[in-house]
């Protein structure tokens, strides 16, 4: 059977998406990812994917660049012909849906998370909500990240419930994700936020709390890790990272191919985010056995379970972060390790890799 994976950087398909990937073509599937190319695009290759570049800006609301994708998508469809489509992010899942729908290809689709533009209502969501509801009376099965999502979805009528299901995030590979990694005890306490640098990720709110914190006397180490997204709308500039540094409110680490060191040499993970699909970041931490501080949001509350893996701070209050970061920071070693130990076997029983996998395998299976 052809499968076709479609996403808006070959680096997500590679970093999220390879064990579904290199499980397909276990079962004597052919693969063909469909991305940009980017310096993750050889290493599809490498896995034995057959790789179709295609043009795609995933920041943009160009509607004629929009509506070319469109036609690119068909052509490359019509093309190569897939016997099913898998679609991620945005852009696949509404043009990518459309342009399958016009040839009769079955698709799969998966919301990761809702974007920013369900954050507000203004014109942009109410044409995104548009968009999502042409393309979703087509695809097959359409699978959400976590409950609040899909039920957002079903409340605005843009799916049946009849096509919906859950899935564990992009799950993970808890043996890469072990605690087992050799690190030396921190001088300082260390909190670590894993993010690209965009103020939806609550990065303000983190330094606001990190600035309190300080005031406080709290004898810590406070470190940012992630790649600044400069043409992101909601970038945060280089020269302010650049003056959190100069002015020593945080330790800015760049960015990084492989965050397990970082994670192993950091006490505590935090992510204030304002909304997520099922967050890599809190998966990866999770699994590595650190307690964790973020909000009480949809996806991040799907990964935290309060004061028993790590606790939920209210959204966009950077006071109350900085509170249950000092209440993380206060507790006795052994509670944080007990905190870690059940967040690893949470993640062990709900978030495996293998779940997803296996629902992929079942629903590809069901609707050829």
């Not at 004629?64 to 052509?75: H, N, P």
Request: aromatic share 8%; with cysteine; glycine share 6%.
């Amino acid at each position: 059977m052809k499968i076709a994976i479609v996403l808006n950087t070959s680096w997500n398909i590679y970093n999220f998406r390879k064990g579904l990937v290199t499980s397909l073509m276990d079962k004597g599937n052919q693969v063909i990812t469909i991305a940009p190319k980017d310096q993750y695009t050889y290493k599809l290759m490498d896995l034995g994917c057959r790789h179709v570049p295609v043009k795609m800006d995933s920041r943009g609301a160009n509607p004629i660049k929009d509506f070319l994708l469109i036609m690119e998508l068909y052509r490359i469809y019509k093309k190569v012909r897939p016997d099913v489509i898998l679609h991620y992010t945005i852009k696949p899942n509404i043009y990518g849906t459309i342009a399958a729908s016009m040839l009769g290809i079955p698709v799969i689709n998966n919301v990761c998370g809702l974007g920013t533009m369900f954050l507000k209502d203004n014109l942009v969501s109410r044409v995104a909500i548009s968009l999502y509801r042409i393309a979703f009376r087509f695809p097959k099965k359409i699978f959400f990240q976590n409950e609040d999502d899909k039920n957002l979805f079903l409340k605005k009528g843009i799916v049946r419930e009849k096509i919906c299901d859950l899935l564990p995030g992009s799950g993970i590979n808890v043996e890469d994700f072990s605690p087992t990694l050799h690190s030396a005890k921190n001088k300082q306490f260390t909190f670590l936020l894993i993010s690209r640098l965009i103020y939806d990720k609550g990065i303000l709110e983190y330094i606001e709390a990190i600035a309190a914190l300080k005031k406080e006397g709290i004898d810590a180490n406070f470190q940012l890790l992630g790649q600044i997204d400069v043409n992101h709308k909601r970038g945060i500039p280089s020269e302010i990272i650049q003056q959190w540094v100069e002015t020593n409110q945080v330790e800015y680490l760049g960015s990084t191919n492989d965050v397990r060191a970082f994670i192993q040499n950091a006490d505590c993970i935090v992510l204030p985010s304002y909304r997520e699909g099922t967050p890599k970041t809190l998966l990866e931490a999770a699994s590595m056995q650190k307690p964790i501080v973020t909000t009480n949001v949809p996806g991040c509350n799907s990964v935290v379970k309060h004061g028993k893996n790590g606790y939920l701070c209210q959204l966009k209050d950077a006071r109350d972060l900085a509170d249950k970061m000092k209440l993380m920071f206060s507790l006795e070693p052994q509670s944080r390790n007990k905190m870690g130990k059940f967040g690893r076997e949470y993640i062990k029983q709900h978030f495996d890799e293998g779940i997803v996998i296996e629902k992929y395998h079942s629903t590809i299976t069901s609707i050829n």
